[in-house]
């Protein structure tokens, strides 16, 4: 087809056809021809070239005319020779305006100008196109565009691989399927038409002189993506690049297009990978270019990525944070994420901006809400406590993180130290309410009256069945971040309470049980601090578990969270008290907090495990609780120690809190245990008046008085529901690298995808726990925290049709075979899973 029939046939005919009347405004006369040829005996052309009075009498005959019922034309075209009038003002004085406004115009938009013409008529040689274009200002003649490619459509080569356009046949020749790859073995003919098809469409003479799919995809491929590299770079290319052949700028779209395609497609993105990262070694580009700064914004080679990284990082040190955002924006859906690695770089860039971000505007706000003591709480429990949050995920990221290229560091001392400033600044305004009023603050729930005022009442009506479930140091922010997760399951309230000074295990935990408000004391003996309830001692489980037996006898039992979760309890139906316990937390950020922040959602995943056996054992209510938060020490250095005040304190309190007597100072408030709620044979308490203990070296304390130690959540979740289960026909898939079965990385990706057959369940959404497992069901491999990943939960959620990569990692001592499952992260049922085996290389 010329390219007069194509425009003639699929642009103008149509848009007439559609319209009833339409305006051809051709400045160059281009069209002239075409429009005359459009007229027949149902058709009238007018052509306002010859006189403009008399067309314009024409045209207004022609247009009453073809508005008539008996009519005798049914179209009518106005050539105008001229260009096309835009604005308001040009079309007053343009007298054809009007026939345009009440019907159709050519050209109507970019597209109808006449290179995006030539290019939709002859897509397979758009680069030829382009380049006749570039030496004909106005334009090359038709004959010129017609003589393009010679009548060749690649007749072999479409026959061979079964696709039509030329940007399918180049992605086949790079990426074919098995069928494809087949066909271009077993058939002859077709590799001298692709010498010829990738000459016209990207300017490629191919030097091999294999005529097999081997050596011309090895050529082909170095020659695409290098081609995207140098038409991206925005600098000379370096002087010894110079000689590897590459694309003329007119077939960037092509070029562009092609590596968009086999970047995003699930089924080429390994190939592409795997193909970049030999030529990036074969051309050695991070050597050759290891002195230009900007490489563009595309990231054809994984060196690029690294490039990229450092100026995301450069964003956040010089506070110019909006290119760090755009930066990690366009680079989300890198193919490089595919890569466990590349995803630990950008969470600890993501994590820390995000942490950044939010200790700023809280210092920000922090003297608008300073004045009292309850304007301080207030704004921690709405906006305060994110930053609590935002931290800890920021601490995950980097225990996650090994820093093998030295860059990073930074930025994680610029986000310790902003998160550090907010939590000093905090922590001094929050000290001296406490010096002027005292602790826990009145009118408010202290935890030493959450027995009394949430569960005594429950209890008072048999058979009316509690679960009081005893989180060891769950701090406010996880308890939000679990209100959060459970009421996915059914109805859930948070509230907010004040922990018993000093915030410690053996009082904190104490301060649970019933009375202690009234009853629970501290007492000295011998060195060793007692908590004692109505004068009986309550130190250790055993005891504190004592007081509620004697109360409650059979109607009471408890257990460790984790044996009432992942076994099958024994629970008598007695029982309306059954008192799970968890010091998982505690204990784990007390041994290694570098490495065991990871471990929290275990916890937060054990509870909400426990909530659904609980429901289904008959249980009305969970109340889960907490003794104490805690604060994450990050930021510790050799001299970042509290200097202890003087006078005698012969009980230390994990380092952050002193009881006995003494003198106030500057570093340390001194008050009167009573007025901060602690009945006992001594005096006074000691608390820092900053967030330093009085010891150095502590990445994660608590003991003293501060928002993150002190405020604590209270959850109330009611059992006595349905759960939610969706009616959808729902199915999970795992795949991992087209269907290969072995990892080779201890940071595996994995995809997952939700399907469903339910056209009226595209709005819903479900949300997966994945677990790597051995054959023992031992967890040898978790999601990394961040992006798609719940931090607090390692939970994912999707929605149907949903892809989402999905970094693992893996268990550094497990070797063999495991499997990647999909679990209900309420039932733990499996949706899915995926047999794969390690094959890690030495």
């Avoid at 956040?316 to 690695?341: A, C, F, P, Q, Y």
């Avoid at 997760?485 to 948070?494: A, I, N």
């Amino acid at each position: 087809m010329s390219i007069a029939t194509f425009i003639r046939d699929t642009v103008l005919r149509p848009r007439l056809l559609q319209a009833g009347c339409m305006v051809v405004y051709d400045p160059d006369h281009r069209y002239y021809d075409l429009c005359l040829g459009l007229g027949d005996d149902r058709t009238r052309v007018i052509d306002a070239s010859e006189s403009s009075i008399e067309s314009r009498h024409e045209a207004i005959m022609a247009l009453l005319e073809v508005g008539k019922t008996n009519r005798e034309i049914d179209a009518l075209v106005v050539y105008v020779p001229q260009r096309r009038t835009e604005t308001d003002e040009e079309k007053q004085a343009d007298p054809f305006s009007i026939y345009a406004q009440s019907g159709a115009v050519f050209p109507q938009d970019d597209g109808d100008d006449y290179l995006s013409l030539c290019m939709r008529a002859k897509p397979d040689h758009a680069t030829e196109i382009r380049r006749i274009f570039a030496g004909s200002p106005n334009g090359p003649s038709f004959s010129v565009i017609d003589a393009i490619g010679g009548g060749a459509s690649w007749p072999q080569l479409r026959a061979a691989l079964r696709v039509e356009s030329g940007r399918e046949i180049l992605t086949a020749l790079m990426s074919p399927s098995a069928k494809q790859e087949d066909a271009l073995k077993t058939q002859e003919g077709w590799s001298d038409e692709a010498r010829e098809f990738l000459l016209a469409t990207m300017g490629m003479s191919v030097k091999t002189r294999g005529k097999t799919w081997t050596s011309i995809a090895d050529e082909l491929w170095r020659f695409v993506l290098f081609s995207e590299f140098v038409f991206d770079l925005p600098v000379p290319l370096p002087e010894s690049l110079n000689g590897v052949p590459h694309a003329p700028v007119e077939a960037k779209p092509i070029v562009e297009d092609v590596c968009d395609r086999l970047r995003t497609n699930p089924l080429t993105r390994d190939i592409y990978i795997e193909r970049a990262e030999i030529i990036e070694v074969e051309l050695g580009l991070p050597e050759q270019c290891r002195d230009i700064d900007d490489l563009g914004d595309r990231d054809t080679f994984s060196f690029e990525e690294r490039t990229f990284l450092k100026a995301a990082i450069k964003g956040i040190l010089t506070n110019n944070t909006d290119n760090t955002r755009t930066i990690m924006s366009r680079h989300r859906n890198s193919v490089w994420m595919r890569k466990g690695e590349s995803q630990e770089h950008w969470e600890l860039i993501r994590t820390g901006l995000a942490l950044i971000e939010s200790c700023e505007d809280n210092e920000r706000q922090l003297s608008e809400h300073s004045r009292t003591q309850a304007d301080l709480l207030d704004y921690y429990l709405g906006s305060l406590r994110e930053s609590d949050r935002l931290q800890r995920e920021f601490e995950q990221a980097v225990a996650d993180f090994l820093d093998t290229h030295g860059i990073m560091h930074e930025v994680i001392d610029q986000a310790r130290s902003r998160y550090r400033r907010l939590a000093e600044k905090a922590q001094t305004i929050f000290v001296k309410h406490i010096e002027s009023m005292g602790w826990p603050p009145q009118d408010r729930l202290a935890n030493a009256d959450v027995f009394d005022r949430i569960l005594a009442d429950r209890l008072k009506e048999n058979g009316r069945r509690v679960a009081y479930i005893m989180v060891d140091a769950l701090r406010y922010e996880l308890g939000v971040t679990l209100e959060k997760q459970l009421s996915e399951d059914g109805p859930v309230e948070l509230r907010a309470a004040f922990a018993q000074l000093p915030t410690i295990t053996p009082v904190g935990m104490a301060s649970l049980l019933p009375g202690a408000c009234t009853e629970l004391s501290l007492e000295i003996n011998d060195g060793v601090l007692v908590p004692k309830l109505g004068g009986i001692n309550v130190a250790n489980v055993s005891q504190r578990m004592d007081v509620l037996r004697k109360r409650f006898g059979d109607r009471f039992q408890e257990m460790l969270l984790r044996d009432f979760s992942s076994g099958k309890p024994n629970i008598s139906p007695t029982v309306d008290l059954l008192v799970l316990r968890s010091t998982e937390i505690d204990s784990q950020l007390e041994s290694n907090p570098e490495t065991t922040l990871g471990l929290i959602p275990r916890t937060l995943k054990l509870i909400r495990v426990a909530l659904h056996k609980l429901r289904g054992m008959g249980f009305k209510e969970a109340v889960i609780v907490t003794d104490h938060g805690f604060f994450l020490n990050g930021h510790a250095a050799a001299g970042d120690v509290c200097v202890k005040p003087q006078g005698q304190w012969p009980i230390n309190a994990h380092d952050r809190a002193l009881l006995g007597n003494g003198n106030t100072d500057p570093h340390s408030l001194v008050i009167r245990a009573d007025k901060v709620g602690i009945l006992g044979n001594f005096d006074q308490i000691a608390i820092p008046r900053s967030m330093a203990p009085y010891r150095a070296g502590h990445l994660y304390f608590h003991g003293g008085a501060s928002l993150a130690e002190a405020v604590v959540p209270v959850i109330i979740a009611r059992l006595d529901n349905e759960e939610h289960l969706s009616a959808a026909k729902m199915s999970v898939e795992l795949t991992y690298r087209n269907g290969a079965t072995r990892i080779t990385t201890r940071v595996p990706v994995v995809e997952i995808t939700l399907v469903s057959d339910d056209m009226f369940s595209q709005d819903e959404s479900i949300e997966v726990l994945i677990e790597a497992q051995d054959s023992k069901g031992n967890v040898v491999g978790e999601p990394r925290a961040g992006g798609d990943v719940n931090p607090a939960t390692r939970t994912i959620t999707l929605t149907p049709g949903q892809r989402k990569q999905i970094a693992l990692r893996m268990d550094p001592d497990f070797e063999g075979k495991f499997s990647i499952k999909a679990l209900n992260p309420t039932t733990l049922v499996s949706m899915s899973a995926l047999n794969l085996k390690t094959d890690y290389t030495v």
